[in-house]
T-cell receptor
Framework: GAVVSQHPSRVICKSGTSVKIECRSL??????MFWYRQFPKQSLMLMATSNEGSKATYEQGVEKDKFLINHASLTLSTLTVTSAHPEDSSFYIC?????????????FGPGTRLLVL | AQSVTQLGSHVSVSEGALVLLRCNYS??????LFWYVQYPNQGLQLLLK??????LVKGINGFEAEFKKSETSFHLTKPSAHMSDAAEYFCALGGAGNMLTFGGGTRLMVKP
C-alpha cells in the first residue's frame, strides 16, 4: 500500500518550453501533496505544498509563475515548469500524505529527472 | 523552530559490521520522527517512524531506531550491514502540523 507514482521518470526539453510532471497516489487519497527539488548529493528542498481544491503554498524563493502546481483531484497533483531554462535542470520528487493517517507520514514518488538543453 | 542534524555526511562500514547513523532534532512540540532511504536516481522509501508509544522502532530491511527524548536523538542502527544497504539515508521531523523537516542526509558506503 501507499504507492505514489510520478510521470515521466525523465524528460529532456529545449530551453523555453514547458514541462508537466504528474504525481499520483495510487491506493490512497491525498488532500495534501508536496513538491521537492533535489540537487546532486544534497538533501531535499521543499518547493511547495499542494492542497486539493485550493492554491498551493510556495516556499520562500520559489517562483509561483514558473512552477505551476495544480491539485485537481484527491489523487493527482501536477507541477508544470514553465519556460524552462538550463538552471531548472534537477531531480523533482513529489510526496503525498494519506488522508487516513494522522502522523504526517509522507510517501514519495520515484522522482523525475529534468534536463533542459 | 524545527531542525534536524545528521552527524556525518558519509559513513563507511564493512559488510557484516554494525551500522549507526546519527540523527538529532530540535522541536518545540512532541516530535514525529522518520527515517527514509534513497537509492540512486530514485525517490525516498520509508524505513521506519516514531510517533507515540514504544521508543524502539523496528523498520524494514532489519533497521531499527530508538527515540531518546532526553538526548533529542533518533539514531538508526542495523546489526549487520549488507552491500545492498549502500544508499543515502535521511532523517525527518514532523509534528508541527504539516511539513517534514529533513536532515542533510548521510551516505552509507558498505565495503566488501
Amino acid at each position: 500500500g501507499a504507492v505514489v507514482s510520478q510521470h515521466p521518470s525523465r524528460v529532456i526539453c529545449k530551453s523555453g518550453t514547458s514541462v508537466k510532471i504528474e504525481c499520483r497516489s495510487l491506493d490512497f487519497q491525498a488532500t495534501t501533496m508536496f513538491w521537492y527539488r533535489q540537487f546532486p548529493k544534497q538533501s531535499l528542498m521543499l518547493m511547495a505544498t499542494s492542497n486539493e481544491g485550493s492554491k498551493a503554498t510556495y516556499e520562500q524563493g520559489v517562483e509561483k509563475d514558473k512552477f505551476l502546481i495544480n491539485h485537481a483531484s484527491l489523487t493527482l497533483s501536477t507541477l508544470t515548469v514553465t519556460s524552462a531554462h538550463p538552471e531548472d535542470s534537477s531531480f523533482y520528487i513529489c510526496s503525498a500524505r494519506d488522508d487516513r493517517a494522522w502522523d504526517e507520514t509522507q510517501y514519495f514518488g520515484p522522482g523525475t529527472r529534468l534536463l533542459v538543453l | 523552530a524545527q531542525s534536524v542534524t545528521q552527524l556525518g555526511s558519509h559513513v563507511s562500514v564493512s559488510e557484516g559490521a554494525l551500522v549507526l547513523l546519527r540523527c538529532n532534532y530540535s522541536s518545540s512540540v512532541p516530535p514525529y520522527l522518520f527515517w527514509y532511504v534513497q537509492y540512486p536516481n530514485q525517490g525516498l522509501q520509508l524505513l521506519l517512524k516514531y510517533t507515540t508509544g514504544a521508543t524502539l522502532v523496528k523498520g524494514i530491511n532489519g533497521f531499527e531506531a530508538e527515540f531518546k527524548k532526553s538526548e533529542t536523538s533518533f539514531h538508526l542502527t542495523k546489526p549487520s550491514a549488507h552491500m545492498s544497504d549502500a544508499a543515502e539515508y535521511f532523517c525527518a521531523l514532523g509534528g508541527a502540523g504539516n511539513m517534514l523537516t529533513f536532515g542533510g542526509g548521510t551516505r552509507l558506503m558498505v565495503k566488501p
